[in-house]
Every structure is written in C-alpha cells, then in structure tokens.
C-alpha cells in the first residue's frame, strides 16, 4: 500500500524536474535564437551600410575613391600587425579617415557647392599625393618585415611614424581653416543681404 502512494508522489516529482528541465532548455534555446536574430541583424546593417558607403564613393572623384581605397586596405594590414606597431599606427590610419570623410561629406552633401568642394579637395591636395601614399608604404612596409627588423629600421619606423602623425595634423589644421573662411563667407553673404 506504502508502495502505491509513493509512485504518484515519485511521478510528480519526476514531472516536476522534467518541467524545469525543459523550461530551463527553451529559455537557453529562446536566448540563443534571439541573439543569433540580433547578430544577424546588426551584420545585415554593416553591410548594407558598406553597400551605400561604396556607392557615394563612386560619385566622388577619382582622387578620393583612390584615397579611401587604401584607407581600406591600410585598416585591414594594421588590424594584422602586433599590438606594438597597431598602438601607434592606429591613431594616424584614423586621422586619415577623418580627413578623407570630411573632404567626402562636401561632395556628398551637397552637388551644387562645386567650386568650394574642389577648394577643399585642393588645399590638401598634398594629403593624398604624399601623405596618404607614404602612411600606405610604411604599413606595407611594416606588415611584411616587423619580424625581421633590426634596432635600425625600428627606430627609422618609428620615426616617421611621428612625421606622418605631424603632417596629417598639419591637414586638419588647413581643413579647419578652409571650413572656417567658408562659414566667414557665408556669415558675410547673409549680413550683406540682411542689410538690403
């Protein structure tokens, strides 16, 4: 008789636990579906965000689709590099990408402003005829002979490593000043036309 209540007792008890069990297991599989969701959405987003990025780039000059070609593949070698040379690379491959996305936000903005885009483009002209080319050169450089360089050539990367990070402030430095005379411009057009 003992034994006829205990097997109820024991069923739900066993019913109790497997309940748990799958519960436990649906929240797990609930949790894994929904943040798979979510990666997945976010990698959709990049990439589509990449595939409208690249069609502005096609409306740029050819000037600046090369620049933001190597930017490409300068971010790419970099992410590859030991930690010592992707620390102070790092900084000066973003301050490029700076100057290239400003001088590409004019041309994007706004079709109409030509002739200040071009002043734009040409005050740094520099930028991408040397600058831009050189900083490419040494991540190349680095990223296939920093394990078999000598105190030497460390040294030697290092420092131009300190130039470049001069010259590409020297850039953003021209870029203000160019943005700043063309608000000075603007803020004297609409005096000037207040005043009438």
Same mark, same amino acid.
């Given at each position: ?75 790419? +070698?970099? $992410?590859? =590099?030991?930690?010592?040379? &992707? ?8 301050? *490029?990408? !700076? #100057? ?31 600058? +831009?080319? $050189?900083? =490419?050169?040494?991540?190349? &450089? ?8 000598? *105190?030497? !050539? #460390? ?40 005043? &009438?």
């Amino acid at each position: 008789m003992l034994r006829l209540m205990l097997i109820p007792f024991i069923l739900l008890i066993v019913a109790i636990l497997l309940g748990v069990a799958v519960w436990l297991v649906y929240r797990k599989l609930k949790k894994g579906v929904s943040n798979s969701i979510k990666k997945g959405a976010e990698i959709a987003t990049e990439q589509q965000e990449k595939w409208v990025e690249k069609g502005q780039r096609k409306k740029l000059p050819s000037t600046l689709q090369k620049g933001f070609d190597d930017y490409d593949k300068m971010e790419g +070698l970099v $992410a590859d =590099l030991p930690e010592a040379w &992707k620390q102070p690379l790092q900084p000066i491959v973003k301050s *490029a990408k !700076e #100057i290239l996305d400003e001088v590409a936000f004019e041309y994007i903005s706004d079709d109409s402003n030509k002739p200040s885009q071009d002043k734009k483009l040409n005050s740094i002209r520099s930028f991408f005829h040397h600058s +831009l080319d $050189a900083l =490419l050169q040494l991540v190349e &450089k680095l990223s296939s002979d920093h394990a078999k360089m000598n *105190a030497g !050539e #460390i040294k030697k990367a290092q420092e131009n490593i300190v130039i470049l990070k001069s010259d590409l402030q020297t850039h953003q430095e021209t870029l203000q000043k160019v943005r700043r005379f063309d608000f000075d411009v603007v803020m004297d057009v609409i005096k000037a036309r207040l005043k &009438k």
